[in-house]
Each structure stands twice: as C-alpha cells, then as structure tokens.
C-alpha cells in the first residue's frame, strides 16, 4: 500500500479563495482524521469520520472550514473563504479502528493564504 | 475530556547525551500512551506506546516509562545521534476514544 496519500502537497492561495484539500486513507482503514499544525498551536485535530460518517467535528475552527468523506477512499477539506490565517500544514490520518491502533499520517499539504 | 501536557517544548542536548520528554495526562482512564516523532518536513510516524498495565517498554536506544498514580509518562532516548533531532509528540487515549496529542518538544541534537 502506498500509505495515505494527499493533494497538493503546496498551495499557495490569495484571501477569499477557494480551497480544497484532498486525502486517500490506507484501503481497509475505517478511521479518518484530518489534523493542521501550526508553531503556535501545535497538532489540532479538526474532525474525525469512521466509516464515512462525521463523528466529532469540533475541532473545525469555524463555518469556512468542511470536510466530506463520500467513500471509504477519498476525503476532502475545504476552506471557503480562505484567510491568512488559515496557513499551516493540514495533514489526513488514518487507522483501522481505534483500540490501540496506530494513526498513520499523510505527507501533509502545506497552505499559505496570501 | 483528556488534556496532555508535553515538556520541554524545546530541548538541546550534545550528541551521546540523552534526551527525557515528560508528558502528563488528566483522564486517569487513559490507558494507551503512543509516541510519534516527526522529522524537519515529515509526518509524524509512531516510534513506541505504551499500554497502561506496563511500566516500562524499550525498543533499542528509546524507551518509554509510565507512572499511572502521578498520571505520566515520559520517553526516554539515550546515546542521541543527529537523526534524532525532530518534534516528538505524546498522546494519551482511553478505549476506543480518539487519542489527544501533546504540544511537541523540538528535539536538537548538536554534533
């Protein structure tokens, strides 16, 4: 498997634009987490789905943000409108299940919002 | 819910020395404690865990320890080399709940 995988890897965008991240979980894991990281802030969890479904999305900073899963192998985040920000490394994560099970981490896109 | 707190946030140390990163945890249910390093550009990658009826684990030059009374857990890297240097971060989970991750420690290893 080539492990999680995200795109783009960069995006630079100017303020108010559109934004749309994308992840492929590891096939046959049914967790999906979409992180961003920041110096000041660290790594913040932004939501959560197991099979497909959204189950804790407390994490998304505010009504810009959206995530969807329509299928168990594709997952987007889109931000809409983009502010500066918004600027950091959002990465997608996967596990199959959660007793115990490690989390395995994407390449990570990296946003700036001009 | 569970708050990890994660020190030092940054730690230096010569090349031989070793390196401690100390985390505590709020929720005495968790029982789960992994450690993800992250390399200059990288992702995060687990290194070791630790499950809560163990007190110690090792894995060559890393290990982690594990005070469940005093709610924390700390990693332990001996004889650092320069590949060690990277952000570590803790996490603390109970059950099937979403494991909560520490702020970091940027790790230096000077030559």
């Known amino acids: 498997d080539a492990g999680v995988i995200q795109s783009p890897r960069h995006e630079v965008t100017e303020m108010g634009q559109e934004v749309t991240l994308r992840c492929k979980p590891i096939?046959?894991?049914?967790?999906l987490f979409w992180y961003r990281q920041t110096m000041m802030r660290g790594l913040e969890l932004l939501i959560y789905?197991?099979?497909?479904?959204?189950?804790?999305d407390s994490g998304m900073p505010e009504d810009r943000f959206s995530a969807k899963m329509p299928n168990a192998s594709f997952s987007t985040l889109k931000i809409q409108p983009s502010e500066p920000r918004d600027s950091a490394v959002y990465f997608c994560?996967?596990?199959?299940?959660?007793?115990?099970?490690?989390?395995?981490f994407g390449p990570g896109t990296r946003l700036t919002v001009l | 819910g569970e708050n990890v707190e994660q020190h030092p946030s940054t730690l230096s140390v010569q090349e031989g020395d070793s390196a401690v990163i100390k985390c505590t945890y709020s929720?005495?249910?968790?029982?789960?404690f992994p450690w993800y390093k992250q390399e200059l550009g990288k992702r995060p990658q687990l290194i070791i865990d630790?499950?809560?009826?163990?007190g110690e684990k090792k894995d060559q030059r890393i290990a982690v320890t594990l005070n469940k009374t005093a709610k924390h857990f700390s990693l332990h890297i001996t004889e650092t080399q320069p590949e060690d240097s990277a952000v570590y971060f803790c996490?603390?989970?109970?059950?099937?709940?979403?494991?909560?991750f520490g702020r970091g420690t940027s790790l230096i290893v000077h030559p």
């Open positions: 994560a996967s596990s199959f299940g959660t007793e115990d099970n490690e989390q395995f």
């Open positions: 996490a603390a989970k109970w059950g099937s709940y979403i494991p909560t």
């Open positions: 929720d005495s249910a968790s029982n789960y």
């Open positions: 630790i499950r809560s009826n163990v």
């Open positions: 096939s046959g894991h049914d967790y």
């Open positions: 789905f197991n099979n497909n479904v959204p189950i804790d």
